[in-house]
C-alpha cells in the first residue's frame, strides 16, 4: 500500500503508537494520527470511563455487550484525552457537539480543530488536524461477497475498475475502496449514503486519490487521500480537506 511521497508541499502525517500522556496540537501542514491497541491501551479503562461525560457514561453503560462498552470508553476517553491536550484543558471540559451524521465535532469551531476516530476489531485509530479530517480501518481478510459488495455500494466507474483487477489484487483493491471512501466521507461529516456518490482510485498499485465527485455534500476544497498497514493486516485509510499531497511519517 502506498504511503506517499513527501515533497516541499506536503502535508506531513505523522504516526505513532497512542501515547498515555498527549503532547502539542498539530500545527498547519501536519496531521497527528494516533493508533490503539485496544487489547492494551495506553492508559486504563476504568481512569479512560472518568474523563467521559455524565451523558457518555451513560451512553457507555447501555451497551450490553462488554467488548463494545470497553472500546466506546476507550475510543471516547482517548479522544477526550487528545483534544483536551490540544486546547489546554481537561478531558472531560472538552465540549462536543454532533453533525446530522453523528460525527463528533467540537463546540466551539474557533481553534480550527478537526478531529476523527475509527475502530475495527482489536484497533482504533485517533486523527486531528487543521482541516477537516477523517480516518477507516480494516482487517484485511478474506470476503466471501466482495464483488457483491462492490456492486452494492462503489460506483458505476468503481464496479467496472474493481472487475478490471487482476485476480491477485482484488482484495487489495476492495479494502483500499472501502476504506479510502468511508474516511472521505467521515471527513466531510456525510453519511454511507454517499458512497456511490465519488470516485476512488482502486488499482493498489496507483496512488490512492478521489477522482471524481458527484455530490455537493464532498464538494469544496478536494480531498487528499494517503493510506498505511499497521501490524496484524490492517489497513489504514485517512482523507484530508484539500489537495496537498499527504506524506506518511512514522513515529510521531
Avoid at 34 to 41: D, G, I, R, T
Wanted: glycine share 10%; with cysteine; net charge negative.
Amino acid at each position: 500500500m502506498h504511503v506517499g511521497v513527501e515533497t516541499a508541499n506536503s502535508v506531513r502525517v505523522r504516526v505513532a503508537a497512542c501515547p498515555a500522556v498527549f503532547g502539542r496540537a498539530p500545527a498547519e501542514g501536519e496531521v497527528l494520527a494516533w493508533v490503539v491497541e485496544l487489547n492494551a491501551p495506553p492508559v486504563h479503562p476504568d481512569e479512560l470511563f472518568s474523563w467521559l461525560t455524565p451523558e457518555e457514561q451513560v451512553r457507555a453503560q447501555r451497551y450490553r455487550i462488554a467488548k463494545a462498552r470497553e472500546q466506546f470508553v476507550i475510543g471516547r476517553g482517548l479522544l477526550r484525552g487528545m483534544l483536551g491536550a490540544c486546547l489546554g484543558t481537561s478531558p472531560g471540559a472538552v465540549e462536543l457537539t454532533y453533525l446530522p451524521s453523528r460525527k463528533p465535532v467540537l463546540c466551539d469551531p474557533a481553534p480550527e480543530l478537526h478531529f476523527n476516530v475509527t475502530h475495527t476489531d482489536g484497533v482504533a485509530v485517533l486523527a486531528v488536524a487543521r482541516r477537516r479530517v477523517g480516518v477507516d480501518v480494516e482487517i484485511v481478510r478474506p470476503m466471501r461477497d466482495a464483488d457483491g459488495l462492490v456492486g452494492r455500494y462503489f460506483s458505476p466507474a468503481e464496479c467496472a475498475a474493481y472487475r478490471g483487477l487482476p485476480e491477485h489484487a482484488k482484495e487489495a483493491g476492495f479494502f483500499r475502496g472501502w476504506t479510502t471512501k468511508e474516511a472521505v466521507i467521515k471527513a466531510a461529516g456525510a453519511t454511507v449514503a454517499c458512497l456511490a456518490d465519488f470516485d476512488v482510485e482502486l488499482n493498489p498499485s496507483h496512488t490512492p486519490a478521489v477522482l471524481n465527485v458527484r455530490t455537493d455534500l464532498l464538494a469544496g476544497n478536494g480531498w487528499a487521500l494517503t493510506e498505511w498497514t499497521a501490524p496484524g493486516n490492517v489497513a489504514i485509510a485517512l482523507a484530508l480537506e484539500g489537495e496537498r499531497a499527504l506524506a506518511i511519517e512514522n513515529g510521531g
